[in-house]
Nanobody
Framework: QVQLVESGGGLVQPGGSLRLSCAASVNLFSVYTMGWYLQAPGERRELVATITSSSRTNYADSVKGRFTISRDNSKNTVYLQMNSLKPEDTAVYYC?????????WGQGTQVTVSS
């Protein structure tokens, strides 16, 4: 059974930083495109960033220059370094794994940016 387990969320002041982690219990982790998505209350889930099996990255315009996605295939883990956080970044952040027709989601981790 595939599991994606996020960690690292919490409460942070505006301008602060957080690092999210997503540990995947999936065979052949390295072939998966991994991603982070966010969902604010009452809103649709939306893309934050993705990283392919060849480590090509893609970011939402709203986070470019502030967030960095990376992966460690030896640990089956993907990270999201979030800097210069803003109140509008407040949301539940979900980890996603995709390969061909297979797609998996984590349970999500809450990020709250507030003074």
């Amino acid at each position: 059974q595939v599991q994606l387990v996020e960690s690292g969320g919490g409460l942070v002041q505006p301008g602060g930083s957080l690092r999210l982690s997503c540990a995947a219990s999936v065979n052949l982790f390295s072939v998966y495109t991994m991603g982070w998505y966010l969902q604010a209350p009452g809103e649709r889930r939306e893309l934050v960033a993705t990283i392919t099996s060849s480590s090509r990255t893609n970011y939402a315009d709203s986070v470019k220059g502030r967030f960095t996605i990376s992966r460690d295939n030896s640990k089956n883990t993907v990270y999201l370094q979030m800097n210069s956080l803003k109140p509008e970044d407040t949301a539940v952040y979900y980890c996603n794994a995709k390969f061909l027709t297979r797609e998996y989601w984590g349970q999500g981790t809450q990020v709250t940016v507030s003074s």
